[in-house]
């Protein structure tokens, strides 16, 4: 028999909360046996359970059930204890007047709703098989790298498929709704919101506030009026970033700082402080001084990109966009006043797909979304099916798994699956965990 175990109140509390949402689960899906009986002794027949609500209020709206001759419409609450219902405050809590039924693990007290009315009662222990709980609890509770790693297999391809899918869409309209935020204060200028956003991305992990920082700090309609001049864009780039502060040796980042002193004054434009640039624990191309310039590059290639990748259909052309180079001067440096061996400082492979992952299928899901226009999705989706798979340590592990990854859209969902669901032990809310438990549902 299931026990309710005694734990410390903390561990007690998350366990009858895993253990209600259990119960919840059961009930949805039928999950039970079929001679139901009130605590009163009357037969119980379900003819629908409900629509389950994550929101405050019962736990099953719209349920119909026949209990004796009388056919009930109304809502379900669910509690692992009866007094659970005086715990929560529903006796006198209006929104729960229309409960038909409350379905409990244990019937330890009866209860009353705000109108004084008592509710039937339905026990559900012994009412659905032991390994069903026995697996959902070993899911909880093992400590591998997800909980199903040993289950996994059993669930057919197809339907790990169409779940990954799912999954992928859910993230992209996460994701776009995130970038939202910079389009509103934008005044809907989608081509301002996706240059904050781009410069963010090439800031990546470590730089990516003091890149944010710098596009807010230089709007974008300034630098589109220097198209033609990299060597402008590039000056306002490191003037506004404060890396043109220090006193230097070469010519070139002289020049820089000349002519920002010129391009400050015309535009009032202010610097940043140089410490909020991390150089430490970087890979040299990675230095945001490479990564400043490659940025100005593709700005001085097309200051209305956005607008170019709404106008580019094939998957390949749009990504021959991000196909720039830092300037000449940092071929042979990382760093302002430091020769370092001689190569050409390309946006690289990786880098342009981060870019195309993170930033731009993303606003073409934010632009989908507020134009109504799905043809933009499909291109996000498109882009995503036409880009390598990520190769990163989630991705590794899945591979191990036995779930690989062909295209960054399988990978994009594989990432949203483990961060999600899986870390978070959702097996409840994951189509996997819930095929993996109803297969325990019998005996």
Not at 178 to 199: C, G, H, I, S, V
Not at 206 to 231: C, D, T, W, Y
Not at 337 to 351: C, F, H, W
Request: charged residues 20%; contains cysteine; proline residues 4%.
């Amino acid at each position: 028999m299931i026990a309710l175990r005694y734990f410390s109140s903390f561990v007690k509390k998350k366990y009858l909360q895993m253990f209600e949402a259990f119960l919840h689960f059961i009930w949805k899906y039928q999950l039970y046996s079929t001679s139901l009986v009130t605590e009163a002794g009357e037969p119980i027949s379900v003819i629908s359970p409900g629509i389950h609500n994550r929101d405050s209020g019962p736990d099953f709206t719209d349920a119909r059930i026949l209990i004796g001759n009388t056919l009930w419409a109304g809502n379900v609450e669910i509690h692992v204890k009866a007094s659970d219902w005086n715990l929560h405050g529903h006796s006198t809590d209006k929104a729960y007047s229309n409960v038909i039924l409350h379905v409990v693990y244990e019937d330890n007290i009866p209860i009353y709703d705000s109108n004084g009315r008592q509710l039937d009662a339905l026990v559900m222990k012994g009412k659905f098989s032991e390994k069903i709980y026995h697996k959902y609890y070993y899911f909880l509770n093992n400590s591998n790298w997800i909980p199903c790693e040993k289950d996994i297999h059993y669930v057919p391809p197809e339907k790990i498929r169409l779940w990954l899918e799912s999954l992928l869409i859910s993230r992209m309209e996460r994701k776009a709704n995130e970038l939202k935020a910079l389009l509103e204060p934008n005044l809907n200028d989608f081509e301002e919101t996706f240059y904050q956003a781009l410069a963010a991305n090439f800031g990546f992990k470590v730089n990516q506030q003091p890149f944010a920082m710098l596009a807010r700090m230089l709007p974008l309609q300034i630098l589109e009026k220097h198209v033609g001049s990299q060597f402008q864009i590039e000056a306002m780039l490191f003037g506004v970033s404060g890396l043109l502060s220090n006193n230097f040796n070469d010519n070139y980042p002289n020049r820089l700082k000349k002519e920002f002193e010129f391009l400050q004054k015309k535009y009032g434009l202010v610097s940043m402080q140089a410490h909020l640039w991390k150089f430490m624990r970087l890979r040299p191309p990675n230095f945001p001084t490479i990564r400043i310039s490659q940025f100005a590059a593709l700005i001085n290639k097309s200051s209305r990109l956005f607008s170019a990748i709404i106008e580019t259909d094939d998957p390949k052309s749009l990504i021959s966009l991000f196909d720039v180079s830092a300037a000449n001067y940092w071929n042979d440096h990382f760093t302002f006043d430091k020769p370092s061996p001689g190569q050409k400082k390309n946006l690289g492979t990786q880098a342009i797909d981060n870019i195309l992952i993170n930033t731009v299928t993303q606003m073409l899901f934010l632009y989908s979304i507020s134009t109504g226009a799905e043809q933009y999705r499909d291109k996000a989706l498109a882009l995503l099916s036409a880009i390598g798979p990520e190769s990163n340590s989630i991705i590794k592990k899945w591979n191990i798994l036995g779930i690989e990854s062909t295209n960054a859209f399988d990978s994009q969902a594989l990432i949203e699956l483990k961060n999600r669901y899986c870390k978070l032990k959702r097996c409840l809310d994951c189509s996997i965990g819930l095929d993996l438990l109803k297969m325990n549902s019998k005996g």
